[in-house]
């Protein structure tokens, strides 16, 4: 197998096999367990970006998100974020990151409302859902922080970030600026009813299904944590005080609508947020396995772990009121509509962990991690928590990098990626 890997990363990847455990010293895993989450480690942190980041003849690096060969803006950014340490001693991954940078630049100037592209740049999914917009800056900012590499942000990624501003600040008023329609959306593509909050519309959910309601409360929420990136690298890199300034405002107005229409009461839990609104005193009450979630807030940074609402919200997600929370002979976790009733996804699996304060709940969802292991030693899309056999997407590489970002971070390894807390 070709292997992108540099001679540093082959030796520190040779040492990991000593001892790569998930689990801090004095917990108790069993043994076989253990196994099976070293081997998934390994596998995981080698091919999520050695089989699926190629680079591209202009320079840049296509990243595939496996068994679906398309660059997705979101799934790409995920798949390189636990490699942003390991690339301050290793230029050949730094290379592909800057070039993971550059490429998804020349996507959101092709279209700012395609989610997917073809290695040929062309269109190959045009469902706009803000994240596709946001997971470029998260990852930027997170490689500049660790880096301080400024070449990353050349004269293209900023008219891109201009260009992410300007279709956020558009999506704020859908119904009166925005062109973007879709054959999947209710009235004739324009998507159902909304009345203006500050926060931004999407037609999509992160899991690249329609919302129900056009305005996505984690997605949202992602959008205020990427703002105060942005304003950081207008401010710092380019000394750009207006756009600074712009992105500066547009989180304050889309946060002051998250915490006014984005919350409501559930009956034995308490005041929690809602999935989707519509600001007309609509709300879907539900999360999604897919991230940003509802169950991803501290990880991508908008609140806490230890947030009182927050805590509440998790104990909604995480319990028979979500719809898609399921049970199973092996597993329990965040499922999703895009899949069949009863499949856990390895993805939700991976954030409750990141965002558990309890080491019983952290062996728990390790051990459903590893009874997903059905001998190829990866991370699926999804699993039926009855029977881990049946499962949908063989190579996913985002639920794969998103593990291997879990361990590096129980491990505390400084060469991990920092995550916004």
């Keep these: 197998m070709k292997r992108l890997l540099g001679l540093f990363t082959a030796l520190l990847l040779a040492t990991l096999l000593i001892a790569v455990s998930p689990a801090h010293a004095g917990e108790t895993l069993s043994a076989a367990v253990t196994a099976t989450l070293d081997r998934l480690y390994l596998t995981a942190f080698d091919e999520a970006i050695g089989r699926h980041a190629t680079t591209q003849s202009d320079g840049t690096t296509y990243i595939s998100t496996g068994d679906i060969n398309a660059d997705w803006l979101r799934d790409s950014s995920a798949i390189v974020r636990p490699y942003i340490g390991l690339s301050t001693h290793d230029p050949h991954v730094a290379a592909k990151l800057r070039g993971v940078v550059a490429r998804q630049a020349k996507y959101i100037l092709i279209d700012p409302y395609a989610n997917a592209f073809t290695s040929h740049y062309t269109v190959a999914e045009r469902k706009f859902e803000i994240d596709s917009l946001l997971y470029p800056i998260w990852f930027a900012a997170a490689y500049y922080r660790q880096t301080h590499d400024r070449s990353i942000f050349t004269p293209e990624v900023r008219r891109a970030f201009v260009r992410v501003l300007g279709v956020l600040r558009d999506e704020q008023h859908h119904e009166r600026r925005s062109k973007y329609r879709h054959a999947q959306l209710a009235n004739g593509g324009l998507g159902s009813p909304v009345k ?61 609508g998250i915490e006014q229409n984005g919350t409501l009461e ?31 807030i501290p990880y991508f940074g908008y609140l806490p772990a230890g947030n009182s609402l927050y805590k509440t919200t998790r104990a909604f997600v995480l319990s028979d009121r979500n719809p898609y929370y399921f049970h199973g002979r092996y597993a329990s976790g965040v499922g999703s509509p895009h899949t069949p009733h009863g499949y856990v996804w390895p993805l939700a699996l991976c954030v409750q962990a990141i965002t558990a304060t309890d080491d019983d709940e952290v062996h728990r969802v390790l051990g459903y991690i590893a009874a997903s292991d059905v001998g190829d030693h990866r991370l699926h899309e999804s699993f039926d928590a009855n029977w881990p056999e049946q499962y949908t997407r063989a190579d996913f590489a985002w639920p794969n990098a998103l593990y291997a970002e879990l361990v590096l971070a129980r491990r505390d390894e400084p060469r991990m990626a920092q995550s916004a807390r």
Aim: zero cysteines.
């Design 196 to 256: 203006y909050t500050g926060m931004v519309w999407t037609g999509f959910r992160s899991s690249d299904d329609p919302a129900r309601y056009q305005f996505n409360i984690p997605e949202n929420m992602f959008a205020v944590v990427v703002m105060h990136d942005l304003t950081n690298i207008a401010r710092d890199v380019w000394n750009d005080s207006k756009m600074a300034d712009n992105a500066w405002g547009l989180s304050v107005e889309i946060q002051r």
């Design 266 to 296: 559930l009956k034995g839990i308490g005041r929690i947020y809602a999935y989707e609104v519509d600001g007309l005193g609509h709300a879907n009450v539900m999360d999604d396995a897919n991230i940003p979630s509802l169950l991803s």
